[in-house]
């Protein structure tokens, strides 16, 4: 008789992805604290497992792959995977997949849902009333601004970049520039999207929404320095990677108003510290990472891991993989 495999999963997940391991002959352990494991916890945990569904983000470097070389695949439960060192999961043969598309949708709303809440000061005025600070009807008080018109420039336009500006065409009519490593083809067909450098990126946006990658070459990417290139008026959103923004510098450029608003759905670190400065300005909105966080995309996402890790112990290729080459090695 076969040995039947063994998943470990590092956060409670929605039930309909649990039933689609077990009825592909998958059994699962799910760590049902509410809690993130630590890396070693999780390391433990691998020991008596053949696969890992990796939920909330746990670190994987060398000091894992070293302790869990025995692992047949690891299903990331994100399109992200900066987290993870997929040169050592390779070199220790382990597939690793994400979840790529399921999530554009959803996330691109939150980058729209943050553009419109900063253009109108939303969370800071909301606030206003629960601290008792709604007084009077007053006409010029934290006026915001409208985006009908406005340009919306996309860095690192990818699936989630098309659909907010798929949504921010049809509800404002926005002119839709980026810059990416290489022109993306579809902006321009679909969506007359300009591709330009990053200077022009900076000068030209009234909204500059970030959807690139965590890497050396992002990080810390928006700066003081890029800032004082950008319109004073200019609002930047952040779904991507907190570490892409230099979050003390964005303190100090809205304060001195090189631009003029910021929302985050992504932080550095995260959690954001309740006493954040960013947190006290009126144009500034933060969510807490809940850019996929809605019932259809969670579960379409743990079914797309569950696929992935139910090819991985039959031997098949992840459809989702990341670090292809571990099938050529
Ligand atoms: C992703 O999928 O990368 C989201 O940011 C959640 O981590």
């Not at 039947?4 to 002959?25: A, C, D, F, W």
């Not at 001195?256 to 954040?276: F, H, R, Y």
């Not at 006290?280 to 019932?295: D, E, F, K, N, R």
């Not at 579960?299 to 099938?327: C, D, F, G, R």
Request: glycine share 6%.
């Amino acid at each position: 008789m076969k040995d039947i495999m063994k998943v470990y999963i590092s956060r409670n997940v929605p039930q309909e992805g649990l039933n689609y391991l077990t009825e592909h002959g998958l059994t699962y352990t799910v760590n049902m604290e509410n809690k993130k494991l630590t890396q070693e916890e999780v390391i433990i945990e691998c020991q008596s497992a053949d696969l890992l569904l990796n939920v909330g983000g746990v670190p994987l470097d060398q000091h894992f792959f070293d302790n869990c070389a025995h692992l047949k695949g690891i299903a990331l439960a994100s399109v992200g995977y900066d987290h993870v060192d997929m040169d050592a999961a390779s070199k220790a043969g382990i597939p690793v997949s994400n979840t790529p598309d399921v999530l554009s949708g959803a996330t691109a709303d939150v980058a729209f849902l943050l553009m419109l809440a900063v253009s109108r000061k939303a969370f800071y005025r909301a606030n206003e009333i629960r601290e008792g600070k709604w007084n009077d009807f007053e006409f010029t008080k934290d006026l915001g601004i409208e985006l009908n018109g406005k340009t919306l420039g996309i860095y690192g336009l990818g699936r989630i970049g098309l659909e907010l500006a798929r949504k921010a065409q049809a509800a404002y009519g926005m002119k839709v520039i980026y810059h990416n490593r290489h022109p993306n083809e579809t902006a321009k067909r679909v969506l007359n999207a300009e591709y330009v450098n990053f200077d022009e990126l900076l000068t030209r946006s009234d909204v500059l929404s970030v959807h690139a990658n965590l890497s050396p070459e992002t990080q810390y990417r928006f700066n003081k320095e890029t800032f004082a290139r950008m319109k004073n008026s200019a609002i930047l959103i952040n779904t991507g990677r907190g570490k892409i923004v230099h979050e003390q510098d964005l303190y100090t450029a809205l304060v001195n108003g090189d631009i003029w608003g910021a929302g985050l759905d992504v932080t550095d670190p995260e959690p954001m510290k309740a006493d954040s400065p960013l947190l006290t300005l009126p144009s500034v909105c933060v969510l807490p990472h809940i850019g996929s966080a809605t019932i259809e995309t969670r579960t379409n996402m743990i079914k797309m891991a569950a696929n992935n890790l139910i090819a991985a112990s039959k031997s098949n290729h992840m459809p989702q993989i990341v670090n292809v080459e571990v099938y050529k090695a």
